[in-house]
């Protein structure tokens, strides 16, 4: 048996009672990097010394009876957006390329207390800024299932790293989809935790009212093991919420009897392809058989998710991207002649970094965002956006009133072609659709898999739940992974030995 066809869940008891060794399973993961990351280019860097260093000293921990921790042995794929002192932090921009940051994000910090194996960074759309990995300053990520296609975004590299078994677990970000939406598309399972339930110090921000980070692995269970080591407060970041963890694992088996799961009509308009409705409503009937209650329920403002969260979303990166100047942090251009038409050669300087270093979407997200903040406009969008969030938060609020979860598509179509929303920003911003809403809300959502279209394509099934309610969200991802084996199934390219 390679250590790639085992859960994380087997692999950690497997190093545990000793049948299988941290360094072994490591190196087995490094070489599946090694032999398929050329035709995927998942990760921007990989660390094959420091981690079979980090490896064999759990091994010789383990060997001196000594304590090891709950993830020991376990190789984990981090998103190029969480800082790490012993690897490049670029964010998948030039503007961060080779930054090596002074200290380790909390959520890295706590994978190491766990004695994971953190393998490599990876790639994805540039400051976590879109949805088909195509805004990385390194190259897109291919989709392990039709490499022609994309693996969905901002953290694609860590859903395609999962997909094609280079990693048996990643970290991703979610800010209006980034966890949930590349998961569905690489036909994996991804947790978008409540906001504040997982720390963002570290994590570099994109937009801080609605940046998340959360595990994504080839199963709810796997997910569950890894949230347990990364949840919980930290004082480090004033927006962690200070509330006691549960055990994620011990409840995974309790059935479903008489769970409530809203389904929305909406949901299944105009836009949505007929193969994703099909799957969709398949796995509706299969929460059904498994005992849950579905109920018709409404989110009258969902409509208005995509436009409002495409203001939030700009005006705070517009805040957030400011310090990225060439001085304070980031980029710098050479000093060069001065072209004039500029106030001083400092200002000049400001102005080449920040052109050199920022792609196309993050510059024009940073347009977009300081447009809308600023006097005179902001009443008319930031302000009005807000407002709108409210709303929608409140959709949720009456929502949980009503049903436990909300079940619906993550994307309304399978992983579309790479080019074939790239000439057409708003094209790309309306994948969101079904992800926008969770973050705006502050609740949590997961993304797994539902079925397959006649070409061979992952479709993805999300449920939301209200604020912490990350327990039951796994539990029911885990018993529908009980009756299915949708995500057992992977593509032909993880199939090849290396
Ligand atoms: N696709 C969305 C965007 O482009 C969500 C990104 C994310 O969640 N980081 O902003």
């Known amino acids: ?94 503007m961060l390329a080779g930054f090596r940051p002074p200290y380790d994000a909390e959520v890295v910090a706590r994978l190491r207390a766990a004695d994971a194996v953190i393998v490599g960074k990876t790639n994805m759309d540039e400051f976590a800024m879109g949805g088909s990995n195509e805004n990385s300053a390194f190259g897109p990520v291919h989709n392990p299932w039709d490499l022609a296609r994309t693996p969905g975004g901002s953290s694609g590299g860590s859903a395609a790293a999962v997909a094609a078994d280079m990693a048996p677990v990643a970290i991703g970000s979610d800010t209006g989809g980034s966890i949930r939406q590349p998961a569905g598309l690489c036909g994996i399972t991804g947790l978008k935790p409540t906001y504040g339930r997982v720390s963002r110090r570290g994590l570099v921000a994109f937009a801080s009212s609605l940046d998340q980070i959360g595990p994504m692995a080839r199963s709810a269970a796997d997910c569950a093991l890894i949230l347990s080591s990364i949840a919980g407060h930290d004082p480090g970041d004033a927006t962690s919420l200070d509330a006691p963890v549960p055990s994620y694992t011990a409840d995974l088996e309790r059935p479903l009897e008489g769970v409530r799961i809203g389904r929305v009509a909406a949901h299944f308009g105009a836009g949505v392809d007929p193969e994703v409705a099909h799957a969709v409503e398949e796995a509706f009937a299969a929460f059904r058989a498994a005992g849950a209650i579905i109920k018709e329920i409404d989110l009258p403002h969902a409509d208005a998710g995509v436009a409002t969260y495409y203001l939030v979303a700009p005006c705070e990166a517009s805040s957030n991207l400011a310090r990225y100047d060439g001085a304070h942090y980031g980029h710098r251009a050479e000093p ?52 709108v969030r409210r709303l929608i938060r409140q959709d ?54 539902c079925g397959f279209t006649k070409s061979g394509l992952p479709i993805g099934f999300q449920l939301q739940g209200p604020a912490l309610a990350e327990q039951l969200l796994l539990r029911a991802a885990d018993r529908y992974q009980h009756l299915t084996d949708w995500h057992l199934r992977r593509p032909a390219i993880a199939a090849q030995r290396c």
Do not use: W
Not at 31 to 60: H, K, Q
Not at 346 to 365: D, H, I, N, Q
Not at 411 to 440: H, Q
């Open 396 to 449: 949720y609020l009456d929502a949980f009133a009503e049903v436990d979860l909300i079940g619906g598509p993550v994307s309304a179509t399978a992983a579309f072609k790479l080019g074939e929303k790239t000439g057409d920003p708003l094209s790309m911003y309306l994948v969101d659709l079904y992800t926008v809403g969770t973050n705006l809300a502050g609740v949590g959502g997961i993304s797994f898999p």
């Open 336 to 387: 060069g002649k001065t072209s004039g038409g500029f106030e001083s050669a400092l200002v000049e300087m400001y102005c080449r970094s920040r052109a050199e270093g920022f792609g196309p979407e993050v510059k024009r997200r940073i347009m977009l965002g300081t447009y809308a903040l600023s006097a005179g406009y902001y009443d008319a969008y930031y302000a009005k956006a807000l407002r």
């Open 1 to 94: 048996m390679q250590p790639s066809d085992l859960s994380a869940v087997d692999l950690v008891n497997a190093v545990r009672q000793g049948d299988l060794t941290a360094v072994r399973c490591t190196e087995a993961y490094l070489d599946r990097i090694a032999a398929l990351d050329g035709s995927i280019n998942a990760f921007l860097s990989v660390d094959r010394e420091g981690s079979l260093r980090t490896a064999a000293s759990i091994d010789e921990r383990r060997k001196a009876g000594k304590p090891i921790g709950p993830l020991a042995g376990l190789p984990v794929a981090v998103k190029d957006a969480l800082c790490t002192t012993d690897q490049p932090t670029t964010c998948a921009s030039k």
